[in-house]
């Protein structure tokens, strides 16, 4: 029985907010830029993002803003263990969404009570990358390491756009290791750092729990059980070019590449 995907899928893409891909999941570049720091570095950030988005449901009903406002918080340290080796340990969130639709409209349940009544998603995810890099001269350095990486989601679809499964839960948590590697070119009296990053899928296997309200009518009685399934983020990679001009001025490019394809090939069950 995988009812579980069709509607976990369909959430998903309501947290996209229209974005016919996968990609609207994803905030954080995961750029790994504290590693190429001299000497002994740290850096904290933090980003609050208060999103608009409204429109209309098939029915014609206004949708108010149904995009919650989120926070992410990165951080990073580095250390040089000796003239040619490093240790940098970064934390991000790479990936998340956040939504609630609210008002009068085909995503609110009138046969619920106020506090179960909204469609609602949240997807959050940790990830803390370790990495050690070993120069193989002054100007060449190779690098890797192990990214271990949390995601978790909450899923309740309600009101007529999911008919008799409107009601529906759904919930996962996982933690699971990737890697990542890579190489650079630097040449600081000009200026010049280039890096080539590669990091690998993440494939979390997590047991997800479930609220079916269809399959309670298909079997007389209450469906809530759990389901074991596969979700996996993407790889990805990462080209840094930094280049010196003149004594007061850099020219930065950095380009990524994410294959995240069509939604239902991230989502695997």
């Not at 995961?30 to 190429?36: G, M, R, T, Y």
């Not at 002994?40 to 919650?68: L, R």
């Not at 200026?191 to 690998?200: D, N």
Request: charged letters at 15%.
């Amino acid at each position: 029985m995988k009812l579980n995907q069709k509607y976990l899928i369909g959430a998903i893409l309501s947290v996209c907010a229209g974005q016919t891909y996968a990609a609207g999941l994803e905030r954080s570049p995961q750029q790994i830029d504290a590693l190429f720091e001299s000497g002994t570095y740290a850096e904290v950030g933090y980003t609050h993002i208060s999103p608009d988005v409204t429109g209309k449901d098939t029915s014609g009903n206004n949708i108010s803003d149904m995009a919650e406002d989120f926070q992410s918080l990165n951080y990073a340290v580095k250390t040089d263990i000796n003239p040619k080796l490093r240790l940098a340990v970064i934390y991000d969130e790479p990936f998340g969404a956040k939504v609630k639709f609210e008002g009068d409209n085909n995503f609110i349940a009138t046969n619920r009570p106020a506090a179960d009544a909204n469609t609602r998603v949240d997807v959050k995810s940790k990830n803390i990358t370790a990495l050690l890099g070993y120069n193989l001269n002054k100007n060449v350095m190779i690098y890797g390491g192990p990214a271990l990486q949390q995601l978790q989601a909450d899923v309740h679809l309600r009101g007529l756009t999911y008919g008799p499964n409107s009601g529906y839960n759904n919930h996962f948590d996982d933690i699971a290791v990737g890697w990542v590697a890579g190489l650079s070119y630097a040449k600081p009296e000009m200026g010049i750092l280039a890096s080539l990053t590669y990091r690998s899928e993440v494939e979390h296997t997590a047991t997800i729990k479930e609220d079916v309200p269809l399959a309670d009518i298909v079997f007389a009685g209450d469906y809530s059980h759990s389901n074991s399934g596969t979700i996996t983020t993407p790889e990805s990679i990462n080209l840094n070019l930094q280049t010196g001009l003149n004594a007061t001025t850099a020219v930065y490019a950095k380009v990524s590449y994410v294959p995240w394809g069509t939604l239902p090939t991230i989502l695997q069950y």
